[in-house]
């Protein structure tokens, strides 16, 4: 009777993350479909660069920046929560629940829905309605110029071996940037779209830009 031996399986399973190839796909089509169809077959330049009197479809193409921004962000900063609270985890459907990339696709989903909901009664609260048209145009140019970059760190986060660490820290430095760097384009942007009162500019930079970022802190990493 042969002896017993103990195997030990030096395979290394590498980890699967062709769910991040497939979004990132869906996220260049959905930015192809815009620039072919609903900007009608414009350039990148042309884009970046029209005037507002001189846009068309400025709402699809508004929702489609948004959504690209929303999966790109999720898939980046999906990795980096502890833990999916239990009270997410226990909600099941058809036998299913959220991973963390779903928990934080949802949270990023209600932040910018429930922050563009308050952007707008802003808005209309203070008689500037008009502006808020221009603001979601000029907004779009700065979120597509962003979710380059996203799509880039999340190839490099999950396709490049990486202290996901240490690149912690970066990544908070680069978004505190951004997010630095958003405020003066909002304030000093070409096409005014802020409040003319400099006390409406500071009540919604405090109230829907800081204070919202806050929460979702908050709500994705306590």
């Keep these: 009777m042969p002896l017993s031996q103990t195997f030990i399986n030096h395979v290394r399973i590498p ?3 062709d769910w991040v190839i497939f979004i990132l796909l869906g996220c260049i089509f959905l930015y192809l479909f815009m620039m ?4 009608r077959e414009a350039n990148l330049k042309d884009f970046l660069l029209q005037k507002y009197f001189d846009a068309s479809n400025n709402l699809p193409s508004w929702v489609i920046t948004s959504c690209v921004i929303t999966l790109t962000l999720s898939v980046l900063i999906s990795q980096y929560i502890p833990v999916v609270p239990k009270y997410v985890a226990d909600l099941q459907v058809l036998g299913y ?13 209600l932040f910018y829905a429930v922050k563009s909901t308050l952007g707008f009664l802003f808005f209309q609260s203070i008689g500037d309605g008009k502006k808020w048209t221009v603001f979601y145009f000029t907004s779009t140019k700065f979120y597509f ?4 970059l996203l799509i880039i760190l999340c190839v490099t986060h999950y ?3 990486i202290d996901r660490n240490k690149m912690f820290l970066y990544y908070i430095f680069f978004f505190s940037f951004v997010f630095i760097f958003k405020v003066f384009f909002y304030l ?3 096409n005014d779209i802020l409040p003319e009162k400099w006390y409406y500019k500071f009540l919604y930079i405090c109230t829907l830009q800081i204070a919202p970022v806050l929460l979702l802190w908050k709500l994705l990493f306590f």
Aim: proline fraction near 3%; charge should be neutral; hydrophobic fraction near 50%.
């Design 159 to 161: 396709y490049f071996p």
């Design 188 to 190: 000093f942007h070409k």
């Design 36 to 39: 072919n169809v609903v900007e």
């Design 15 to 17: 980890e699967n993350n």
């Design 97 to 109: 629940q959220l991973n963390k990339f779903g928990f934080c696709l949802i949270a990023v989903i």
């Design 145 to 148: 110029i962003l979710s380059f």
